[in-house]
């Protein structure tokens, strides 16, 4: 297994950068100890969701009897989606219906931390989907050790972004987020395709 891909693939989707706007407005109403504990557990959750994922998923899908092959190939056409969004500038998975939920938990001063801040717009089904799709390829338990290790990487990474809302969005601007978000979909989009092709080359070998 190539151990830098699932990480890269993991950056691209989640995209902390990308979720910075929404945190900002989601959290204007808020306390600096109501936007710190917003923080930790979001990143936390980001780091839950990666880390089972990696580790039951596999368990998950051979349990409803569904082969790798085919969550590959409809794993891949979710990621490819997901890229297709980021090229327009939007956050992966991130719908009208999320960030007016969003709103709505904060007017009313309810923790938006876990939902929508964490799922969808940070991890949702694409960000599942990867960790599944990858941790088939472990050989080892150490390998499945490292994916979970991502999420550690993944916590921190939306723990950094969060934390430094402010700053991001001074130095980068509206304009400087939306390239980010389209460079993290371009690549996002060359390993779906990448994913999908390895997939249906498994359903239909004499495609190779």
């Known amino acids: 297994m190539d151990l830098l891909k699932p990480l890269i693939a993991l950056l691209a989707i989640v995209n902390p950068i990308g979720v910075?706007?929404?945190?900002?407005?989601?959290?204007?109403?808020f306390t600096e100890a109501q936007r710190r504990r917003t923080i930790r557990v979001s990143a936390f959750t980001a780091f839950l969701v990666?880390?089972?994922?990696?580790?039951?998923?596999?368990?998950i899908i051979?349990?409803?009897?569904?082969?790798?092959a085919s969550f590959q190939v409809g794993g891949g056409m979710l990621l490819l989606i997901s890229a297709l969004q980021m090229l327009q500038a939007q956050q992966a998975e991130t719908r009208k219906e999320d960030v007016d939920e969003g709103e709505s938990k904060a007017d009313a001063g309810a923790s938006i931390a876990v939902v929508p801040l964490t799922i969808p717009l940070l991890t949702g089904p694409a960000t599942i989907s990867t960790m599944v799709i990858y941790s088939q390829q472990t050989t080892a338990w150490w390998q499945v050790g490292v994916l979970m290790g991502y999420g550690l990487v993944i916590g921190a990474a939306a723990f950094l972004a969060l934390s430094a809302a402010g700053r991001i969005a001074k130095l980068l601007g509206q304009t400087g987020i939306n390239v980010m978000t389209r460079l993290m979909g371009l690549i996002l989009a060359a390993l779906a395709v990448e994913i999908m092709?390895?997939?249906?080359?498994?359903?239909?070998?004499?495609?190779?």
């Open 50 to 59: 990666v880390s089972i994922s990696a580790l039951a998923g596999l368990r």
């Open 20 to 29: 910075v706007p929404f945190f900002i407005h989601f959290t204007q109403g």
């Open 62 to 68: 051979e349990f409803f009897g569904i082969s790798i």
């Open 197 to 208: 092709a390895d997939g249906l080359l498994k359903l239909f070998p004499a495609l190779g």
